[in-house]
């Protein structure tokens, strides 16, 4: 055990030399200093979004849990809110807001950051709408990718600025930053898209919900949009065995076709370099979603 001194705050860290990600020597000291170094673009999207733990205490090749609830005896510096819920009264959700608490959930070997579509105080308003493009069965990332391109030819004939992302994992997120919109409204707008894409390519892309009905399709994921539901951050490490990142694209990249397994902690440095936070209009643009 030792101890940090961050922003003014003793921040405690504890086994730092366990192995999370064993197939490329990643250490949990290894994953603080990257959520350290990229702190600046990773609070942008966690700031005051409801946050959901989900700690990976033997690392990739272990067991994980969720956890909604702040954790009992949290440091004075991890900001929390309480929010009504349907199956108990309500819940204290986490808040991370800083660098010491984004610190003190990846020492709890939280790897993933996973978080609301909505911030606080308008929790039940969203302010992105998120395509989750998600590959079933022997469909691939190729696929995806196709799904992607169908879309963004449709909300650039709706004047909708959207941004991609890799999911991290084997999937494509779309994101659009909006104004403040209820959920119900942000879930009719993306199914109607993803009813058009489905209607276009029924071969290849489906709305079923039913894992076992989609067969080999990319599942086109609106419902994903709601309440309570999480999605993890741009930048947001994903516990998959290469230490995948899920990493703002271009559309050009989405057009030329992409690898999602080339986007690492280990590679993300030299891409940041490049081309720079392609999330960074994300939250300057304030868009209303047109009604189709």
């Known amino acids: 055990m030792s101890t940090i001194n ?9 086994n730092i030399d366990k192995m999370l990600f064993p197939q490329v020597n990643i250490k949990k000291g290894d994953l603080i200093d990257y959520y350290i ?39 004075e510096f991890l900001e929390s809110i309480t929010l009504p819920s349907k199956r108990k009264e309500s819940i204290e959700w986490c808040l991370i807001n800083n660098l010491p608490s984004l610190i003190y959930i990846v020492n709890r070997a939280c790897i993933e950051m996973h978080t609301w ?28 990718i196709n799904a992607a391109k169908l879309i963004h030819v449709v909300l650039e004939e709706l004047n909708v600025k959207s941004f991609p992302k890799t999911s991290g994992a084997t ?3 779309i ?11 942000v879930q009719q707008f993306l199914s109607r898209v993803c009813m058009m894409v489905e209607k276009a390519d029924p071969e290849h892309f489906t709305t079923q919900r039913i894992i076992e009905k989609r067969g080999d399709k990319v599942y086109l994921d ?18 998959t065995p290469q230490a995948t990142v899920s990493t703002p694209l271009t559309w050009d990249e989405i057009e030329q076709g ?15 370099k490049k081309v720079g936070d392609l999330f960074e209009p994300v939250y300057e643009l304030h868009q209303k979603l047109p009604v189709i």
């Open 37 to 75: 170094k990229y702190s600046p673009y990773v609070l942008k999207w966690l700031k005051n979004r409801p946050f959901t733990m989900v700690p990976f205490p033997d690392g990739v090749e272990g067991k994980s849990f969720y956890q909604k609830r702040i954790p009992d005896n949290s440091p």
């Open 6 to 14: 961050v922003q003014g705050y003793n921040v405690e860290l504890s």
């Open 117 to 144: 579509f909505s911030r606080v105080p308008e929790y039940n308003k969203p302010d992105v709408a998120i395509f989750d493009l998600d590959p079933s069965g022997n469909t691939d990332y190729k696929n995806a």
């Open 222 to 239: 609106a419902v994903q949009n709601a309440r309570g539901k999480t999605i993890p951050s741009p930048y947001s490490v994903r516990p």
């Open 175 to 185: 994101v659009i930053p909006i104004e403040p919109t209820p959920f119900a409204e």
């Open 171 to 173: 999937g494509i997120h």
């Open 258 to 272: 992409i690898n999602p397994t080339d986007f690492r902690i280990d590679t993300i440095d030299q891409r940041m």
